[in-house]
């Protein structure tokens, strides 16, 4: 049988179309360390042009007027070459991805985060998948990027191991993971990432501002919750629908010999390549057991009032447990790690153990370099006062336009999620904006937690159905495994209306959540 690619429909042609447009447009960009760099340079003839000007503010918040110092000068050339090392070493999110990242380093090669995802999917009821399947995603959003890898075509052999079209289980899986990148029941690299560059942004206007990784935790929570129900009902609903009217195509055999549907009564059953083997469910035991141990240890530790692990006056918000949650998290993916490996056989020796961190942060290496590029140009940023001045204006402006919190807010959702169609790194796209949102909503009385759960929606939802995402091109690879005439408006035809239902749902729980006041994390009320 020939396959032929299927005509597209008008509406999917004009879509197509604007895409194409958004990936050529996207492909002339400059890699990320580049567009720094390139940024940089703007910055300098931007601060020499606003400081030969005059340009300044009055700080609201600190009765100082700020003025703009120019980069293209003795003193911004000293300071560039001086303090490059200084801005590197303490860029906030590096310290803390680096320590996170020992820890899930050693729960990945050891082979406990694959294996816990498939258990997670293992044996569920055909019913329950697609929740179980999107819900996981939302948990695997701590493996980081290892999440796509992993759970994308694990997604598309559980669907076709339960009589269900691989494809449709490859989307799920993908568009979970994806778009719902920035909420997950569990504290994320990302957490520790954003966090650390909310900080420095909110130190232009506070110096003594530190916003925690647990600062969006609640919100994080529900939203992973909200969002793997909308997946799975826009999924039964539209998704579905959607695959079973695409002509009929024969299956590459590969695809069809890859799995081998195991015995079921009706609900169905996963596929050999997902049932764990005895080694591994004894691992995984062992590792639970393990983090409970864990856990529980810290908890009584914490018990006593006069207990160290408690901060001042006995605080628990403020103990050292929540603001060096880095290292909690990377003890804690440590332990479990390294006894799921002595159980399977992955970790023999103490000195597997070290080696496995180090290839794990060797896998870091591009984030590192990319890292060096966003510290000098935040730092750059901060020192020419041009950020500050901008927030400062910019404040000034909507308060003169009667502009309140929640237009403000959908003016960050709008501008955010079309940038992210194009700077598709949510590390890079919050360094570009956040040092002037961040400060502007203060002055706002708006506080940089809240700013960053609006960045949150705005750097998700939309990451599922643009080209250029290393990912969307992965996910259709995935498909087309399964369907050779697949290409990207056919994986856009399915994301899209997923990726479109998330952010207007995504975007009601918080004007939802924001209206009833519940707070984001602890100590971090939403107004």
């Known amino acids: 049988m020939t396959a032929t690619t299927p005509r597209p429909a008008k509406p999917l042609s004009g879509l197509l179309a604007v895409l194409g447009r958004i990936e050529r447009l996207g492909n002339r960009l400059p890699h990320p360390f580049w567009l720094f760099g390139v940024l940089s340079v703007v910055l300098a003839l931007a601060s020499w042009a606003l400081s030969a000007a005059g340009a300044s503010a009055l700080n609201p918040a600190t009765d100082k007027t700020v003025t703009v110092h120019s980069l293209v000068s003795g003193e911004g050339l000293r300071m560039m070459i001086s303090d490059a090392v200084t801005n590197y070493a303490t860029f906030p999110p590096l310290g803390t991805i680096l320590v996170v990242m020992l820890g899930v380093a050693v729960a990945d090669r050891s082979g406990l985060l694959p294996a816990m995802l498939r258990a997670a999917v293992a044996r569920v009821p055909a019913r329950w998948l697609t929740f179980t399947l999107a819900f996981t995603a939302m948990v695997a959003h701590a493996a980081s990027d290892a999440a796509y890898v992993v759970l994308v075509p694990l997604g598309a052999m559980a669907f076709r191991a339960v009589g269900r079209s691989p494809m449709l289980g490859a989307v799920v899986a993908f568009v979970s993971v994806s778009a719902g990148y920035d909420a997950s029941p569990l504290v994320t690299p990302t957490d520790a990432v954003l966090s650390g560059l909310t900080t420095a942004a909110a130190q232009t206007i506070d110096p003594g501002y530190v916003v925690t990784p647990l600062s969006n935790y609640f919100f994080s929570l529900g939203s992973s919750v909200v ?152 730092a750059y940023f901060k020192w020419t006062g041009v950020g500050e001045v901008m927030a400062i204006r910019g404040a000034d402006l909507l308060k003169s336009a009667g502009i309140t919190g929640p237009v403000a807010f959908l003016g960050v959702l709008l501008v955010c999620t079309c940038i992210n169609l194009l700077v598709t790194s949510g590390s890079a796209q919050w360094a570009l904006v956040g040092p002037v949102f961040v400060p502007m909503f203060m002055l706002l009385d708006i506080s940089p937690e809240v700013t960053q759960a609006v960045y949150r929606i705005a750097d998700s939802c939309t990451n599922a159905m643009t080209p250029m995402s290393a990912y969307f091109v992965m996910t259709l690879g995935v498909i087309q495994r399964y369907r050779r005439s697949a290409g990207i408006g056919t994986l856009l035809s399915l994301t899209l209306p997923l990726c479109l239902t998330m952010l207007v749902a995504w975007t009601l729980l918080f004007y939802a959540w924001w209206a009833l006041g519940i707070p984001l994390g602890p100590r971090a009320p939403v107004r």
């Open 227 to 378: 969002l793997a129900a909308v997946v799975t009902v826009v999924t039964e609903k539209v998704i579905a629908r959607r695959v079973a009217q695409m002509p009929e195509e024969d299956e590459p055999e590969d695809a069809a010999d890859r799995t081998t549907l195991g015995e079921g009564e009706g609900e169905g059953t996963t596929t050999d390549l997902l049932t764990l083997r005895e080694e591994e469910r004894r691992g995984l035991r062992r590792a639970g057991l393990a983090f409970l141990v864990y856990a529980a240890l810290i908890v009584a530790v914490m018990i006593p009032s006069s207990s160290p692990l408690r901060g001042e006056g006995g605080s628990i918000v403020e103990s050292p447990v929540l603001t060096g949650i880095a290292v909690v998290l990377a003890v804690a993916f440590l332990i479990v790690g390294a006894v799921y490996g002595y159980a399977v056989g992955t970790v023999r020796t103490g000195r597997d153990i070290p080696d496995h961190m180090a290839k794990g942060l060797r896998e870091m290496a591009p984030i590192l370099v990319l890292f060096f590029a966003i510290s000098q140009f935040l």
